[in-house]
């Protein structure tokens, strides 16, 4: 989801609570906070030598021992439109960072709109060769067995 379809979602459907679904099905607890919103910029060299760099919008999730907190569609409208001034092309892809048992980075897969909520549900993020082509390796999804060929092609670039 891009920061400008997460806008528009809270826009249209202001005055809703706004929860947090995880992969798993659980749910964020209802009294977590948006802790930071964040511009984030990675300049990275994959596997094949290729200069990349990615930009994204990440929303740092925390629960603290409030319990009664609880937050709305409008003040996190709010939240983001603070922080247009560094997040301002809205193309950029939303994550999530959440800690249970782990922090852990998150995509958003999706949401769903009941009478009383929108509900964001996230994905886990995978790696990924970058330059399977170089790698020697197959198309994506047609990854050998545990056991079978090493990964590395004639080029060694892993």
Same mark, same amino acid.
């Given at each position: 989801m891009t920061l400008q379809e997460l806008k528009s979602l809270l826009g249209e459907h202001s005055g809703l609570h706004f929860r947090i679904r995880l992969p798993d099905g659980a749910a964020v607890p209802l009294s977590f906070h948006v802790t930071e919103v964040g511009r984030i910029h990675? +300049?990275?060299?994959d596997c094949g030598g290729t200069l990349r760099e990615a930009i994204t919008c990440q929303l740092q999730v925390w629960v603290g021992p409030d319990f009664d907190h609880r937050i709305e569609t409008r003040k996190m409208a709010a939240i983001l439109d603070k922080a247009k001034?560094?997040? /301002?092309? %809205?193309?950029?892809?939303? &994550?999530? %960072?959440? &800690?249970?048992?782990? $922090? /852990?980075?998150? +995509? $958003?897969?999706?949401? %769903?709109? /009941?009478? %009383?909520?929108? $509900?964001l549900e996230l994905a886990h993020k995978h790696t990924e060769c970058l330059a399977p082509e170089l790698c020697g390796l197959p198309p994506i999804g047609r990854l050998p067995a545990i056991g079978a060929a090493p990964c590395c092609g004639p080029a060694g670039c892993c």
């Amino acid at each position: 989801m891009t920061l400008q379809e997460l806008k528009s979602l809270l826009g249209e459907h202001s005055g809703l609570h706004f929860r947090i679904r995880l992969p798993d099905g659980a749910a964020v607890p209802l009294s977590f906070h948006v802790t930071e919103v964040g511009r984030i910029h990675k +300049t990275f060299l994959d596997c094949g030598g290729t200069l990349r760099e990615a930009i994204t919008c990440q929303l740092q999730v925390w629960v603290g021992p409030d319990f009664d907190h609880r937050i709305e569609t409008r003040k996190m409208a709010a939240i983001l439109d603070k922080a247009k001034a560094y997040l /301002s092309d %809205e193309s950029m892809p939303v &994550e999530v %960072e959440y &800690e249970d048992r782990v $922090i /852990s980075q998150y +995509t $958003i897969s999706g949401y %769903e709109v /009941s009478d %009383e909520a929108v $509900i964001l549900e996230l994905a886990h993020k995978h790696t990924e060769c970058l330059a399977p082509e170089l790698c020697g390796l197959p198309p994506i999804g047609r990854l050998p067995a545990i056991g079978a060929a090493p990964c590395c092609g004639p080029a060694g670039c892993c």
